[in-house]
């Protein structure tokens, strides 16, 4: 099953945007990278404590908007491929989500 995220030019490169998706019946939170041209989707879970990431709502990467970063305790991750690279839970990785763009349209797949 897939579902209509957003229009890829709807958010910056670099740049980051949240959602709340459905997923096998519970409210679940996604967020998606778009850095470099490429975009990347990830559940909205630190693997640290599972909190949120974000403090500011669709801020979801660091101030040189070079990695995603936990706003609790500052765990910085690769935004391709969501392994820790510093932090308390370094070597862990967040969880990625399949995205396809189709003709510009992000649809989650899950
Ligand atoms: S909760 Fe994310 S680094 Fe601690």
């Known amino acids: 099953m897939s579902r209509f995220l957003c229009r890829l030019e709807e958010v910056p490169d670099p740049g980051s945007r949240g959602f709340r998706v459905n997923i096998d019946d519970q409210e679940t939170g996604v967020f998606i990278i778009h850095q470099g041209g490429s975009v990347s989707a990830f559940r909205n879970s630190c693997p640290h404590t599972g909190v949120n990431l974000e403090w500011v709502p669709d801020q979801f ?41 189709r003709d510009g349209e992000l649809w989650l797949c899950v």
Do not use: W, Y
């Open 61 to 101: 990467l660091d101030s040189e908007n070079c990695h995603i970063q936990c706003s609790l305790h500052g765990a910085l991750f690769e935004v391709q491929t969501g392994l820790c690279i510093r932090g308390p839970c370094a070597g862990q990785s967040l969880q990625g989500l399949k995205l396809e763009n």
